[in-house]
């Protein structure tokens, strides 16, 4: 009987911003070998998953806000410009540090893009942050979110990490 596998990528299928070990890319050919359709289901952004588009049938990206089957976008949602805008309002007014994402690239507001550098090369990293540094090294952009405008690519999430 063909199944439908669902893959999240943080903590499961990679661990600590390094690539798929090849015992998990042997078991996904297998999986695609017994006519299984593999998918990946992530918060990340399509962007940051298009290196391993290859392994799979389709994604659903952005926590549910980009849904893609054999190279074909099927669903995108997004927040509209104003809904983002009083987002950053009530993040900024109780200094929660977030990203705005788009389909390929990442708005960071100074806390988090601060906390990125300062554990950019720590092994006391986080799924966030291992995400970003991942999308960096897969050419993915990262702006200020000073750089925002109504005009910038759809914001599909909006991560954030609250400090005591």
Known sequence: MKKILFFDIDGTLVYNHKPMSDLVVQGLKKAREKGHLLFLCTGRNIGSIAHMMEYFD????????????????????????QEVKYIQSLFEQYGVMYNLEGNDCTYSSEGMMHSFMSLIHSDKTNSEIDRLIDELSQGQRIYSVNDYSEHSSLIKTIPYLCQK
């Open 58 to 81: 389709g994604a659903v990206a952005s926590a549910g806000a980009y849904i893609v089957v054999k190279d074909k976008k099927i669903y995108e949602n997004g927040f509209d410009y």
